[in-house]
């Protein structure tokens, strides 16, 4: 079962293991992933230096931390925000971009505004006043088939 934490961005429930960004802002979860502890994870190597278990090699390419610019037709452009970084058309309700991850708007919570508490249910004794009157009726009639018994056969 998938861990479920509110997003560091929003605060509505997101699931790291699962989800790549939160589905109410766009915040990337990559970073409350927990990590694997793998042995061959935890020990560094230098480039060109291969893997004991693995004989692979790594890679000595860096990566460019900055997002190139894609080529191409980009996605359907409907209503929303165009990402000031790299162009792309988000939804209007996104706060961060799907491409790039850039701030698009101030991530504000809102408010909910709650209304007075509801009223306290008064319960309706009269299910209660009926027993009683019932268990009285009951009481004076065992009575007086008693006084008549006693009054008629003595």
């Not at 479920?4 to 109410?24: H, I, Y």
């Not at 850039?102 to 306290?120: I, M």
């Not at 009157?133 to 009575?143: E, F, T, Y």
Request: glycine residues 8%; charged residues 20%; positive net charge.
């Amino acid at each position: 079962m998938a861990r479920q934490m509110p997003c560091p961005d929003c605060g509505s429930p997101v699931r790291p293991e699962v989800d790549q960004l939160c589905p109410n802002c766009g915040y990337p979860l990559m970073f409350l992933r927990q990590e694997v502890t793998d042995e061959a994870r935890a020990v560094p190597r230098t480039p060109g230096e291969p893997d004991e278990r693995t004989g692979v090699y790594r890679s000595q390419t860096r990566v460019d931390p900055t997002p190139q610019p894609v080529y191409g037709a980009p996605p359907a452009a409907g209503p929303g925000t165009q990402c000031p970084q790299c162009g792309y058309p988000n939804e209007p309700a996104r706060i961060r971009c799907e491409r790039c991850g850039r701030e698009l708007r101030a991530a504000r919570p809102h408010g909910v505004r709650l209304g007075p508490p509801p009223a306290p249910v008064k319960k309706s004794n009269w299910l209660l006043i009926l027993l009683i009157i019932l268990g009285v009726l009951a009481v004076l009639s065992i009575a007086s088939a008693l006084v008549a018994y006693f009054v008629f056969w003595s």
